[in-house]
């Protein structure tokens, strides 16, 4: 295979979410519009996080290549004012969301870490739709809904917030900061 060339290669080698984001936040400021980053990764839910930080943030995302364990994503830094760091604007707190699922209220919770994240920890009841696969089963939800998105810290859920508000969900509120600090129930599944 022909090798790619990048202006600054990132090593995000055994680092789970959301340090590769975190980490390839502060490496796109290094750049010049117009550059290529190449972040090395082996975190598997990085490919999805990657994509849609660059996607959120008006960088383009290139793609990813695997090597072994290895996985190279490219992404280009976008010039000047097509950069803007989005937030989704509504956000609710664990505990408050905590207290609407005791009170039976009629939401529905989507969760897009990995399956094998969810597997092994998510709130009752939610949903799993893993981030990297949420463009192909937004079909599955509801736009009438209300919908909280969780994940591990926020940042997934933020940018699945963001792609659901886009495709006209407009009761989307992102968890802070979700499970890496969730207090409630819990379930796993029986594996």
Excluded at 42 to 69: F, N
Excluded at 93 to 115: F, G, P, W
Aim: hydrophobic letters at 35%; proline letters at 3%; charged letters at 25%.
């Amino acid at each position: 295979m022909e090798i790619i060339k990048s202006n600054i290669t990132l090593d995000a080698k055994g680092l789970a979410c959301p340090m590769p984001i975190v980490k390839t936040k502060k490496a796109m400021t290094q750049l010049e519009g117009g550059q290529v980053l190449e972040v090395q990764a082996t975190d598997k839910g990085s490919k999805a996080d990657i994509k849609a930080w660059a996607e959120s943030t008006g960088h383009q995302y290139l793609g990813t290549v695997e090597e072994g364990e290895v996985l190279k994503h490219y992404l280009r830094k976008a010039s000047g004012e097509e950069t803007i760091d989005k937030k989704h604007p509504h956000v609710i707190n664990n505990d408050d969301l905590q207290s609407k699922v005791a009170s039976n209220e009629h939401i529905v919770i989507l969760d897009v870490r990995e399956e094998a994240e969810y597997a092994f920890n998510h709130i009752p009841n939610s949903i799993s739709i893993p981030l990297g696969d949420l463009e192909k089963r937004m079909n599955e939800l509801n736009k009438e809904d209300q919908l909280f998105v969780v994940c591990r810290t926020g940042s997934r859920s933020d940018l699945a917030a963001q792609k659901l508000a886009a495709n006209g969900f407009t009761k989307v509120v992102n968890v802070l900061p979700g499970m890496s600090n969730w207090s409630g129930d819990t379930a796993s599944l029986n594996l």
